[in-house]
């Protein structure tokens, strides 16, 4: 088996199982943010399986679960027709109090050191680690809710010669929005909240880097492929 | 999409993408549609209740969060779901491993009637290509699949070091593969 698409459909295959190891497993699942050919492969994994699933019985839940998940998604009394579009989600990390953990998810599960402890908006209440294949954080950002602020705090970042790296932040379903250039070891602060109004979910929205040519993308739109990209994980607010 | 939730005959992607809107009713909806299916999947791979039922609120929370992101390019809803299920019941089963599990296959996982979400012909051409497999790297894939069988519960359960195991799965995916593409 030398030939790296069979290796490449074979990993996906087995993430699929679930049979990777746990540090095989967690590679994967970052090559998967920065990877359209593994999501892709996993996706077809994915449905080349499924109908091995019709065969599983259908159980119906315990009918206490139900509750228990309207608990986890907070703001009980929202209207089923939620006029308001602002998430649910959304308004209960608002309260979200001071940050005590970071870097949920992907990176949670392979547990690396980050050189530096990294700034963070005040009561950040997000928290979205842009990185690049299976590799350390290039760049850190933090949300606080409250002020609608976010920090940007780069990590010794490279740009490629005579490109400029440009930050994204991709609302789900929606077009990139430049958050502007970002270098070296930068750190900034920078106002979100005018892309966030319109009800995003955070937990669904990516923040990616491109490398563009020096200055920025020309049109607004970035115009390179993603060399880093990271999703915003809630922090726990307990 | 307010009455989204309300009918029973919605498409699951349209009531995805009210979930994805924040809409609630399409959310209680959703889970009524999907949960025992969902349910019965991490069960069989999560036996115990409690983790199972731990397990099943996780996801549903998490669809709630990312439904928006639902593609329709990257397959079916039902599938999507079943993903999520699956991985999440996976990500506890290993958090929580002790010691290797006995995991066995039911004699019968091939043989039961698909259910409506599933094309028969899709089903029977699975099923099909399984046959033609070597009998061990069939039953790997199955229970890793079906049960959660990491590699090492394999290697425990047929004397082989996990790198056969690995090599096995390896083997077995890939001439899957080949023989769901040659119809």
Known sequence: MTDPHDDMAATAGEYVLGTLDPTGRAAFAARLLADPAARAAVAAWEERLAPLLADAPGVTPPAGLWNGIEARIGAAGDTASNDNRVSPVWRGAAIAASLVAVLGGTLAMRPQPVAAPPVLARGASYVAAVTAKGAEPALLVTIDRATGHAVVRAIGLTAPARKSLELWYIGPGRDPRSLGLVSGDMRAEMPLAPMLAKGDRLGAALFAITAEPAGGAPAGAPTGEILYSGKPMMVSAS | ?183
Not at chain 2, 48 to 57: K, N, R, T, W
Not at chain 2, 174 to 180: I, N, T
Request: charge should be negative; proline fraction near 4%; include cysteine.
């Open chain 2, 1 to 183: 999409m307010s009455t989204a939730g309300g009918a029973a005959d919605v498409p699951l992607e349209a009531l995805l993408a009210a979930v994805g809107e924040g809409d609630r009713a399409a959310f209680s909806a959703l889970y009524a549609r999907t949960s025992a299916k969902l349910y019965g999947t991490i069960l069989r791979i999560l036996p115990e209740g409690g983790q199972a039922d731990d397990a099943l609120q996780d996801v549903y929370a998490r669809i709630w969060h990312i439904a928006g992101s639902y593609d329709a390019a990257r397959g079916r809803p039902i599938t999507w779901l079943a993903a999520i299920a699956r991985n999440r019941a996976i990500d506890v089963l290993r958090k929580g491993r002790g010691g290797a599990r006995m995991v066995t296959l039911d004699p019968d996982a091939l043989a039961a009637i698909p259910d409506e979400q599933v094309d028969p012909a899709v089903h029977a051409a699975l099923v099909q290509c399984l046959d033609t497999l070597d009998p061990l790297h069939r039953e790997c894939i199955l229970l890793a699949y079906l049960h959660g069988a990491s590699r090492e519960e394999l290697a425990v359960r047929y004397d082989r070091p996990t790198g056969t195991i690995k090599s096995w799965l390896s083997r077995g995916l890939l001439a899957l593969r080949g023989c769901l593409s040659d119809d």
